[in-house]
Structure formats: C-alpha cells, structure tokens
C-alpha cells in the first residue's frame, strides 16, 4: 500500500515539473552583477613569465650548442687513432685476469667433482660450453687490450667473468637444474 503511495507521488511530482516554463528569465540582467564582482577580484597577470621567456630560450640554445659541440668532440676524440695502451691498463687488464684464473681454477675442480654423476653427453656439453666462453673472454681481453676507451667492452668483459663464474657455481647434478 505504501509503495502505491510513492509511485502516486512520484508520478504527481513529474507532471509538475514537466507542467513548468522551460526558460526562466530573470527580472534584471545579471551580467552587471558578475561583471562588478569579477572586478573586485582582479585576476593575476603573467607578465614576469613573459619577461623571462627570451632568457630561457637563450639558456635552453645555449645548453643545445654546448652539448652540440661537446659531442663533436667525443666523436672526434674517439675517431682519432688508436694509442698505445699505458702501462697502468695493461697491469690492471693483467690483474684482473689473474685473479679470475685465480677463483676459476678451484671452482672448476669442484664443478667437475660435483657433476661427475651427468651423463656424459651433459657433461659434455657443460665442458663446450665452458670453452666457449673461455674464447670469447680471451677474444674480448685482446679487444679490451686493442681499444681500452670502450667502455662496453670492458663491461662485456667484466659480465663474460661472472657468467662463466656462475655457470661453474652450479651443481646440475642435484634435481631441478637445468642448463
């Protein structure tokens, strides 16, 4: 009975509003009145960014040529030809190869104790693998040796060491390694 009630006054209130003028107009012009108001609100004015507008497209072509001209200069530094490598590279180059052959050598007895029990097709495939980065260090070291500015390399270097390093720190033997 209640729900009656409301859909009775539901249905009232909609033939009411639809029943009102659909454009009111208001007895006086408001603009006059929006007008007065906004005036005693002034808005702020962007003019010291209009200042420095020329200042920062000056800094921003100035920072442009500066490192324009700085990379001509890489490019041109790096075009030049090769020098001979200082004596401090080729001891460091030296050094770090002692001392990967110095953590290499006993890991790779364990490595091979440890997977002694692959079959040996496994075991084979370990050991090429382990060739293989062998020569690719020894091409990257003669790379590093020939172009010692290359960052890259030396960073390729750096990572060839320590996969071959993890590789070795595997026990592949044990269940769930795979290579």
Known sequence: MEHDSHDEFDMLLAREVRGLDREIQPDRNLWVGIARRIGDHPQRRWRGRERWL?????????????????????????????QPMPSELTASLDQLGADHASRRAPMLATFRAVNASLDQNTRDELYRNLEIMAR???????????????????????????????????????????L
């Open 54 to 82: 020329p200042y920062g497209v000056a800094a921003s072509l100035a920072i442009a040529v500066t490192s324009l001209v700085l990379n001509l200069i890489g490019v041109v530094d790096t075009a030049s030809p090769e």
């Open 136 to 178: 690719a260090r020894s091409e990257i070291e003669a790379q590093v040796r020939d172009n010692p500015q290359d960052r890259e390399l030396v960073s390729s270097l750096l990572r060839l060491q320590q996969w071959e390093l993890r590789l070795l720190s595997e026990d592949y033997a044990s269940p769930g390694n795979t």
